[in-house]
């Protein structure tokens, strides 16, 4: 802002002051716009930041997650293959004890024993009889 000018010892007349005060209004309105603008400005780019931070901290997230998918996805494909070789060992097993089978013949052949088997518990009881 300009200092009132005084001409030869008068007072600064009224339409000088008018004058300043309307050039003083136009520089604090560009001032003020100036300065919103460099406040939007520094807020896209703080915003902009931490989204960047953000994304880095997800994209890590997401890598974790997928080797953690990839990891149970692994673990989940052998105990069904687990799973399967269980289920073939039995059903060779339920399939042992079926009639016409070559193994069953021998299965009244391995449950005799020379020796009666103790009598009272109910369990032995119950293996005596599938036996």
């Known amino acids: 802002m300009h200092p009132p000018k005084a001409s030869t010892g008068a007072s600064v007349s009224s339409a000088g002051l ?17 300065r919103d603008k460099l406040k939007d400005a520094v807020r896209r780019q703080l915003g902009q930041q931490l989204d960047q931070v953000g994304t880095g901290e997800l994209v890590a997230r997401i890598d ?6 990839a990891e149970l996805t692994a673990e989940r494909d052998e105990l069904t293959r687990g799973k399967a070789e269980w289920e073939e060992k039995l ?11 070559p193994r ?3 299965s009244p052949v391995i449950g005799r024993s020379r020796f009666p088997p ?6 032995t009881e119950h293996l005596v ?3």
């Open 118 to 123: 103790p009598r009272g518990n109910a369990l």
């Open 18 to 34: 008018k004058t300043d005060l309307a050039l003083a209004r136009q520089e604090i309105t560009a001032l003020r716009e100036e």
């Open 91 to 101: 059903a060779d097993a339920q399939g042992e004890h079926q009639p016409g089978c």
């Open 129 to 131: 009889t599938i036996l």
């Open 64 to 69: 974790e997650l997928s080797r953690q998918n």
């Open 104 to 106: 069953s013949r021998m």
